[in-house]
């Protein structure tokens, strides 16, 4: 443990010092997305008149400038789209619409191009709507805390913003850095966050769309409350682009708690880790904002390839739990989370902790749990993330397993997540491709998710990635329904094709 942290380690007998349902795999049938024959393919007219509804400023050509908007965050997913256009109004977004929609021209739209499911890239030469540049905040209401901006704004500007307003913005997640509201609202983004405040669905008064025939639909509201008739903005939230393009959107955020505190749990056993959030549920009660797992695997992995990044604790333990509270009585929260500490040491369900004791220690301690991504990036070519939804009692289950089963291959297996919201993030690293232990990893992990109760999605979507594999976790007549609204609202197929659905080769 580093010098300066506040130690909440048990240090002798006498006192405490701290202060659905499964289909099974073979129904399925698995096909590579094949290219739709009815799309046009970009002509030099139409790419005049494009590049002169964005103005020069708006347009990316160069081969080289091209290949960031081409290839996703994990470089795994690639397109071959010859121009980026990023236009700076909604109307410059549903002159774009009108024309592709007329022309038959099919679109990917971009926000910070974060995504893990390939999402947000080209499959083949799609054209990139990448809406960067609409990154204006339009209006906030310091009385309801109410924000109403553009899709590009970046979310750690909005979240600063907010914040100096004296609010908390509801949604944190790792790329805050670069992601973008727009993209976050298009994946209905989870995040660390989820916990306390629930999903985007909850938050988001409002939307701006435009429709693939370039018609804007203001759905943007201040309100509430306001039950007249369907909400159509939650067919847009989650939809990953393929109903409509968001420009812009109203978000309620809740006030800005005045104590916030963030303590890192050593664990030595996952029933403890479970045990653990049941009671700090029922102790820390209505303050807690955080809970967030990680195992040993992770941990080590991101301290040892990552400079920047520090374990509090000399000694390691097989899982660590980040838990922050968030108040607004300092005295009060303090005493809720050291009482309940103490519990957990008493009832040895902690090995270790430490509590973060001023602003730059908590971010240390939150840059240990947001920086797994990165690390696991950094550890091999080829990677398989997964990102599930598990019951709780079968959580960890399905790790275990994978170790088991991979003993024989040179991988790293490691595992995070925010597991007060049972989603499990499972990445398999390796340095070199081998088929073998691709067959070993995939169906099998969906396949075992969906038959313990589980889906093969928590947070980040289906995108290209996952698309096949949705039957196993939705109703076939749910996706039949999934359809016709895709049907009714892009009816040309030009919004985000060969995302969600899977395509079978003609
Ligand atoms: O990279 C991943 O698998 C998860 C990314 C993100 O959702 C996280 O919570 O760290
Ligand atoms: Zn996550």
Not at 341 to 367: F, H, K, P, R
Request: hydrophobic share 35%; aromatic share 10%.
């Amino acid at each position: 443990m580093a010098l300066g942290w506040k130690r909440l380690v048990k240090t002798n007998n006498f006192g405490y010092h701290f202060v659905h349902q499964f289909r099974a795999v073979s129904q399925i049938s698995y096909t590579r997305p094949s290219k739709n024959a009815s799309f046009s393919k970009l002509s030099s007219e139409d790419i005049s008149y494009l590049k002169r509804v964005v103005t020069p400023r708006g347009v990316v050509e160069e081969k080289e400038a091209l290949e960031p908007f081409n290839t996703d965050w994990i470089g795994k997913y690639k397109g071959n789209s010859s121009i980026v256009l990023k236009p700076s109004s909604t109307d410059q977004v549903s002159k774009i619409l009108q024309y592709c929609y007329e022309k038959k021209l099919p679109i990917v739209p971009q926000g910070g191009n974060t995504g893990l499911v390939g999402g947000s890239v080209p499959v083949f030469d799609e054209i990139i709507l990448n809406l960067g540049n609409m990154n204006r905040i339009r209006d906030f209401d310091n009385k309801s805390g109410i924000v109403t901006c553009e899709a590009g704004v970046v979310l750690e500007s909005l979240s600063n913003f907010v914040s100096e307003q004296g609010y908390t913005f509801p949604l944190d997640l790792g790329a805050k850095g670069s992601c973008q509201i727009g993209g976050n609202l298009a994946t209905n983004a989870g995040g660390t966050r989820f916990l306390r405040y629930g999903s985007l669905h909850g938050s988001t008064l409002g939307l701006e769309v435009v429709l693939s025939n370039g018609k804007v639909l203001n759905m943007l509201s201040s309100l509430r409350k306001d039950n007249t008739g369907y909400h159509l903005p939650h067919l847009f939230i989650g939809s990953e682009g393929t109903l409509g393009i968001i420009t812009a959107a109203s978000i309620c955020c809740p006030k800005k708690c005045r104590s916030v505190h963030t303590a890192l749990l050593g664990v030595d056993s996952f029933d403890k880790v479970t045990e653990l959030l049941v009671r700090c549920k029922d102790e820390v009660g209505e303050i807690l904002s955080a809970f967030e797992f990680m195992d040993r695997n992770a941990v080590e992995l991101a301290t040892k390839l990552l400079s920047h990044v520090r374990d509090p604790f000399s000694e390691s333990f097989p899982f660590y739990v980040l838990i922050e509270t968030s108040g607004s009585n300092e005295h009060h929260d303090m005493e809720k989370l050291e009482k309940f500490l103490e519990y957990c040491y008493s009832g040895d369900l902690i090995s270790d902790a430490v509590l973060a004791q001023d602003q730059s220690q908590m971010n240390q301690l939150w840059t240990l749990r947001e920086s797994m991504p990165e690390a696991v990036n950094r550890s091999g070519k080829h990677i398989f993330k997964y990102d599930l939804s598990i019951p709780l009692e079968h959580f960890y289950t399905l790790v275990t397993e994978m170790r088991s089963r991979l003993v024989e291959y040179p991988c790293h297996v490691v595992s995070w997540g925010h597991i007060g919201d049972c989603n499990l993030h499972l990445n398999i690293s390796s340095s070199e491709s081998n088929e073998s232990l691709s067959k070993l990893i995939e169906p099998y992990v969906y396949e075992w998710t969906c038959s313990h109760g589980g889906s093969i999605s928590a947070e980040h979507g289906v995108g290209r990635v996952k698309s096949k594999y949705l039957p196993m976790s939705k109703d076939m007549e749910a996706i039949e329904w999934m359809k016709q609204l895709k049907q009714l609202f892009d009816p040309v197929g030009i919004l985000n094709p060969y995302k969600i659905f899977s395509q079978r080769e003609e």
